[in-house]
């Protein structure tokens, strides 16, 4: 797996006193619905330790014997809807996809891209997927000074982050842009805000209705102070922070008034260790210590996308990279089982590994996602995957859908049955998984 945010620190030697380019400020920008088609094929599940078996066609093993179809948890029917193509930007350089996120009502995803390499440019895509088996790309706009890493949206605004440089020489090149925004009217790129925060790069964002939770990572002596920042969503200020001990912060996670950060501790020197961190009832105070879960015998990959997500009150599924999904009991502060990465033969194994976990519903089940790479996007049982306590099982993992040859699976994000991957510089591949 290619490092999402590795490159930063090289980058930023070099460019730091670059001149940024101007944002667009397209109020409703064209869009290309030629990067839109639809497929409508119906794929199935295979076998997570079949490197030549893909989903997408149906193969027979020698002698003519036909490939077993694995069923999906639930008999859900998988169907890839549609593929869509990365943008370029303006100098001509294919944006990678490399976060997804859907609203709270399932009816519009927005997809944020970004370039691989030293270079920075990104993009941002706005989906209308109100109906699931046609979705439709509904606004597109190119950002040629900024990647991004992360998106988040609410109704009425879209926030961005990841890394813009910074100028003037403080060492704030983690950067958040909020934009409004309106499913009729777009993004209203003339009233936009914006935020640097220490950090090479924001990895991660969550919004809730009071605040917006940032991310920034990776610490040094140019990039000082990087850690967990609270946002006011409307005006971008900082309303408490928690820096202290925390070089590498990868992903948060928010449920009811707890907030979970995963801290990956990858920086040299660093005193402290691999872990998932719990604050309850949002209180970041001097005085606070955190519910904190050692992941030290699993720390993720430098420079990866490491993603975390809460199934329910009590369970937290961690990405951890080469080190696969680890499963957290919050209740009790304890790894309660972990599922290990894949280890497909010829394929390398930085290519193979765990950068995000997602949940969705096929109207029957439950079902858990795992952003594998070239391994694909396996499924599993996620009420079973809750109960896990074994640390080295793939028993709950029905199987995996794995696209074409060097189309990896890097970020996944579903409600209900829309699930939507991001597939590098493959684009984005939307499928829809429900029950028969």
């Not at 895509?125 to 439709?136: L, W």
Request: charged share 20%; net charge negative.
């Amino acid at each position: 797996m290619k490092s999402i945010f590795g490159k930063a620190i090289i980058f930023m030697v070099a460019t730091l006193s670059a001149v940024a380019l101007i944002l667009g400020c397209n109020l409703n920008p064209s869009v290309d619905q030629s990067r839109v088609t639809y497929p409508n094929e119906t794929l199935s599940l295979v076998d997570i330790n079949d490197a030549s078996a893909y989903s997408t066609t149906t193969k027979a093993l020698k002698g003519g014997t036909e490939r077993k179809k694995l069923e999906v948890p639930g008999g859900a029917t998988i169907t890839l809807v549609a593929e869509v193509s990365p943008p370029t930007s303006a100098a001509g350089d294919t944006l990678q996809a490399s976060h997804i996120y859907l609203s709270s009502d399932g009816e519009t995803a927005f997809v944020a891209y970004m370039l691989q390499h030293e270079k920075v440019s990104g993009g941002l895509d706005v989906f209308d997927i109100s109906i699931p088996r046609h979705p439709q790309l509904k606004y597109s706009q190119l950002f040629p000074d900024f990647d991004i890493a992360v998106v988040q949206a609410d109704a009425n605004t879209v926030f961005l982050a990841g890394q813009k440089i910074d100028e003037s020489g403080e060492g704030k090149s983690a950067y958040i842009l909020r934009i409004p925004y309106s499913k009729r009217g777009g993004l209203d790129m003339s009233e936009t805000l914006e935020k640097h925060l220490p950090g090479y790069f924001a990895t991660d964002l969550y919004l809730t209705e009071s605040a917006l939770y940032v991310t920034t990572g990776t610490a040094s002596t140019t990039q000082p102070n990087v850690g967990l920042f609270v946002l006011d969503p409307d005006t971008l200020e900082v309303v408490a922070q928690k820096t202290s001990d925390y070089p590498d912060l990868r992903s948060v996670a928010v449920h009811s008034s707890n907030v979970a950060v995963f801290e990956a501790a990858t920086s040299s020197p660093t005193t402290t260790n691999a872990r998932v961190d719990i604050y309850k009832n949002d209180d970041f105070s001097d005085s606070t210590k955190p519910t904190s879960i050692d992941l030290s015998a699993y720390p993720p990959d430098a420079g990866a996308k490491a993603k975390m997500e809460y199934y329910s009150d009590k369970t937290i599924f961690v990405a951890t990279n080469s080190h696969g999904v680890v499963i957290l009991d919050a209740d009790k502060g304890t790894i309660q089982g972990r599922v290990p990465a894949p280890a497909l033969a010829f394929v390398k194994l930085a290519d193979q590994t765990s950068n995000a976990v997602s949940s969705g519903n096929t109207g029957k089940k439950d079902l858990i996602y795992i952003a594998n790479g070239e391994a694909g996007l396996w499924v599993g049982d996620a009420s079973a995957l809750e109960e896990q306590t074994t640390t080295n099982s793939t028993w709950n993992i029905a199987g995996t859908i794995r696209f074409n040859a060097r189309e990896s699976v890097n970020y996944v994000a579903s409600k209900k049955s829309t699930v939507i991957c991001a597939s590098g510089l493959g684009g984005i591949k939307i499928l829809d998984i429900s029950a028969k």
